[in-house]
C-alpha cells in the first residue's frame, strides 16, 4: 500500500519542519528522477515511482541521524501509516547488495532488524533498484553524473569499507534501465549537464 503524491509530498512537508535541511529538496529530486526514468520503462509505474522517491529518507524527520537510524525510522514512520511499499524501500534504499549487505553480525538494535528484513527480501526488486541508483543521481540542486554523486558522498563521509564495489553495483543498475529505456538515464533528468558542472561545499549538519 501507498499515499498518493498529495499525502506523501505533504509528509515529506512536515518532516522538513521538524528537520529542516537540504534532504528534502533531494527527495523531492529522487522523486523526480525516478517518476522520469519509470515513463521510460513500460513495467514501471511512474507514479508509485515518484512516491517511493519523495518518501525514501523520510526517517530523517526524527533529527541528524546516521544511515541505519534514518533507514530504521522510515521503515516504522511507513508502518505505522500502512504504506508498506514506501516502507520497503525506506529499508533498501541505502543497502544496495541486500541480503548480502550483513556479512558481519550487527550491535545496533536497528541494523540488527535490518539485516533481518533484507534477509527476508531477498533480490532487490525494480523500485528497489531505481531508487538505490536515484538516490544517486540526485542532489538538494538538481541532478548529477553518478560519479560527481559518489565524490559529493565521499567528501562528506570519508571512504568506507565496500564504497567502490557498492558504486559498481549502481552502474550496473544504471546500465540495465539504460537498456530497457532505450536511452541514457542522463538524457531524462532535467539540467543535468548545469547541475553536473556546478561545485557547492559539501553540507554539514548544523552545530548541536
Not at 536511452?183 to 556546478?198: E, F, M, Q
Request: with cysteine.
Amino acid at each position: 500500500m501507498l499515499p498518493n503524491v498529495y499525502e506523501a509530498q505533504e509528509a515529506l512537508k512536515i518532516a522538513g519542519e521538524m528537520n529542516p535541511g537540504p534532504w528534502i529538496q533531494h527527495s523531492e529530486n529522487v522523486g523526480i528522477a525516478a517518476r522520469n526514468i519509470a515513463r521510460m520503462v513500460p513495467e514501471l509505474d511512474e507514479e508509485k515511482a515518484n512516491i517511493v522517491g519523495l518518501l525514501h529518507d523520510i526517517g530523517r524527520r526524527v533529527g541528524i541521524v546516521n544511515i541505519p537510524r534514518h533507514v530504521y525510522e522510515g521503515y516504522r514512520y511507513c508502518m505505522e501509516k500502512g504504506w508498506d511499499e514506501a516502507a520497503r524501500i525506506c529499508m533498501t534504499h541505502s543497502y544496495v547488495f541486500m541480503k548480502d549487505e550483513f556479512y558481519y553480525d550487527p550491535v545496533t538494535e536497528e541494523e540488527k532488524e535490518i539485516k533481518k528484513y533484507l534477509l527476508q527480501c531477498g533480490e532487490a526488486d525494480d523500485y528497489d533498484k531505481l531508487i538505490q541508483m536515484c538516490d544517486a543521481l540526485a542532489t538538494d540542486y538538481g541532478f548529477v553524473i553518478l560519479e560527481k554523486r559518489f565524490v559529493d558522498v565521499t567528501r562528506r563521509y570519508g571512504i568506507m569499507e565496500d564504497y567502490i564495489k557498492g558504486w559498481d553495483v549502481i552502474f550496473d543498475i544504471k546500465e540495465c534501465f539504460e537498456a530497457r529505456m532505450g536511452c541514457s538515464v542522463y538524457d531524462v533528468l532535467p539540467d543535468i549537464g548545469k547541475t553536473t558542472l556546478l561545485s557547492p561545499k559539501p553540507w554539514r549538519p548544523p552545530a548541536q
